[in-house]
């Protein structure tokens, strides 16, 4: 995408309104993706907050080795990432639903788009927001934000077997949280 290009170029250049238009163009992506790490809207807000001051400090380190989006992504998953250690949550309890069928896919366009229910949506989180920082991340950016397992293995610099290894666990360790209320 030339347009693109040219002006990440400008901005790097220093061109104030060609930086505000690639971070108005990125901005949503990073709440929704900070979102989903985060849990609420109050951290969201401040990690996407975090990750748009770091695209404008860092603009100039853009080497087009990948997409700006992927590059963006990153910024925003180790700011999350930081985030999430300096933060550690207290356990919530579940309170989940058989009947509500639930997909982590369905989850994917954020807290605006109203797919599910409200009360789905914070099970969902809240079962999350219980996994371990590698599981969650890896089963967020596969499930939720459909990367492949090569993206998500260049993103966090591990191998694609440990890509797979801890998006299986992750899976496994979700769908205990959201159903272990309804066993028998």
């Known amino acids: ?28 992506r990073v709440y929704n993706t900070a ?12 990690m996407a907050q975090e990750a748009l001051i770091k695209l404008y400090r860092n603009i100039s380190s853009f080497k087009f080795k990948s997409t700006l989006s992927s ?6 998953v180790n700011v999350c990432m930081d985030g999430l250690r300096k933060k550690k949550r207290a356990p919530l309890s579940l309170e989940y639903s058989l009947e509500n069928g639930v997909s982590l896919e369905d989850c994917a366009d954020g807290p605006e788009e109203n ?13 999350l927001n219980l996994l371990s920082d590698s599981y969650k991340s890896v ?16 993103l966090l610099d591990i191998s694609i077997g ?3 290894s801890r998006i299986n666990r992750g899976r496994r360790q979700l ?7 309804n066993e028998c």
Not at 35 to 44: I, K, L, S, T
Not at 139 to 154: K, N, T
């Open 175 to 181: 769908k205990k949280l959201l159903f272990r209320d």
């Open 139 to 154: 089963v967020i950016m596969r499930d939720i934000d459909g990367l492949s397992y090569e993206e998500i293995a260049e």
């Open 1 to 28: 995408m030339p347009e693109d290009e040219l002006t990440i170029k400008r901005a790097q250049q220093g061109d104030r309104k060609a930086l505000e238009e690639l971070i108005m163009r990125c901005e949503k």
């Open 115 to 127: 797919a599910l229910s409200a009360e789905t949506k914070e099970d969902i989180q809240k079962a």
């Open 35 to 46: 979102f989903r790490f985060m849990g609420n809207e109050a951290d969201a807000s401040d």
């Open 162 to 164: 440990t890509v797979k």
């Open 71 to 76: 590059w963006v992504y990153r910024i925003t």
